[in-house]
């Protein structure tokens, strides 16, 4: 069955300081998949997905994820981060040709000045 | 702008009132989701409909029944509220396209509902 694992409940680091958010996945089809974040008191916003192609996706906040297949992962990293930065952070998985999406339980970011 | 608003940020309610949670979106999108979002959880999918009255439950319907009579709108009811239906209730919608599986889905900011 399709599923969606996010190790790390929170995640402190310090301004600055790069991170790394980990998210893993499992399916027996080909997957999209996506990051979302969401600040406080507010819906989620998408950051960034991986379709096809380059495994490599940057999003226009300096985050980047990279794709995978043999370990089955889709992690999150920011070589800098900022105040700004602190949210949750959502791994998600979509099958292809389905309308659903799996979102995995979210990672707390928390940028300490 | 693009926009999916729900009609209450803070809703409190009744052990055993019917609750009704409004969604509209402005982008003639022809999905639209309802998730709750819980703690250590994330988001799970309440239902979704893919066109004017159809719908589709998600992994969570049990005390939860929707209705879709407008492309753009979608409610989620609560036919007898109950206390374990205390949440964060989120609304989403996307577009249909070619491969519906990687169209993004745009949220609502939240309905935080309490049941007393």
């Known amino acids: 069955a399709q599923s969606v694992t996010q190790l790390d409940s929170q995640v402190p680091v310090f301004e600055e300081a790069p991170v790394e958010l980990r998210c893993n996945y499992s399916?027996?089809?080909?997957?999209?998949l996506f990051w979302y974040v969401q600040y406080p008191n507010q819906g989620l916003q998408l950051l960034l997905k991986?379709?096809?192609?380059?495994?490599l996706v940057e999003s226009i906040n300096g985050f980047e994820a990279e794709f995978n297949k043999s370990q089955t992962s889709f992690h999150l990293r920011k070589p800098s981060v900022h105040i700004s930065d602190t949210a949750e952070y959502f791994c998600?998985?979509?099958?292809?040709?389905?309308?659903?999406?799996?979102f995995g339980t979210g990672t707390r970011l928390k940028v300490l000045a | 702008d693009v926009k999916v608003t729900q009609s209450s940020r803070y809703l409190v309610k009744r052990t055993g009132e019917k609750v009704f949670l409004e969604c509209v979106q402005d982008?003639?999108?022809?999905?639209m989701f309802w998730y709750r979002q819980d703690p250590g959880l994330g988001l799970r999918l309440i239902y979704f409909s893919y066109d004017v009255k159809m719908k589709e439950k998600g992994d969570i319907p049990e005390g939860y029944s929707v209705s879709r009579e407008k492309k753009e709108r979608f409610s989620l009811i609560l036919e007898s509220a109950s206390t374990n239906q205390t949440s964060m209730y989120l609304c989403?919608?996307?577009?249909?396209?070619?491969?519906?599986?990687?169209?993004?889905?745009?949220f609502g900011p939240g309905t935080r509902l309490t049941v007393l």
């Open positions: 991986y379709l096809s192609g380059s495994t």
């Open positions: 989403a919608s996307s577009s249909f396209g070619e491969r519906v599986s990687y169209n993004e889905q745009f």
């Open positions: 399916s027996s089809v080909s997957v999209y």
């Open positions: 982008m003639d999108h022809e999905n």
């Open positions: 998600a998985v979509s099958e292809w040709g389905t309308y659903k999406y799996i």
